[in-house]
Nanobody, 113 residues
């Protein structure tokens, strides 16, 4: 069973940047479409960004132009570069392999002055 481990979250001021990482435990990672989701208390998880095995990307409207999803198949890692962060980006961020239904444990991002 593949496992995912996220890192890179933290506290940042509005307008700041963070880069999240999600490392997969299997080299077959390169074959999978990958998602980044986020969740705030009392709300459902929201799909934020997607990257296919071929590198095509898609974003929710609220992060377009600010977030960038990328992958390094040699490192079994997917990234989420988050720029110009806003307080409403505060959430726990999760990566997911949708075809397997596998989630990481999440990493907290807090945007506050």
């Amino acid at each position: 069973q593949v496992q995912l481990v996220e890192s890179g979250g933290g506290l940042v001021q509005p307008g700041g940047s963070l880069k999240l990482s999600c490392v997969a435990s299997q080299s077959m990672f390169r074959l999978y479409t990958m998602n980044w989701y986020r969740q705030t208390p009392g709300k459902q998880r929201e799909l934020v960004a997607t990257i296919t095995s071929g590198g095509s990307t898609n974003y929710v409207d609220s992060v377009k132009g600010r977030f960038t999803i990328s992958r390094d198949n040699a490192k079994n890692t997917v990234y989420l570069q988050m720029n110009n962060l806003k307080p409403e980006d505060t959430a726990v961020y999760y990566c997911k392999i949708p075809i397997l239904g596998v989630w990481g444990q999440g990493t907290q991002v807090t945007v506050s002055s």
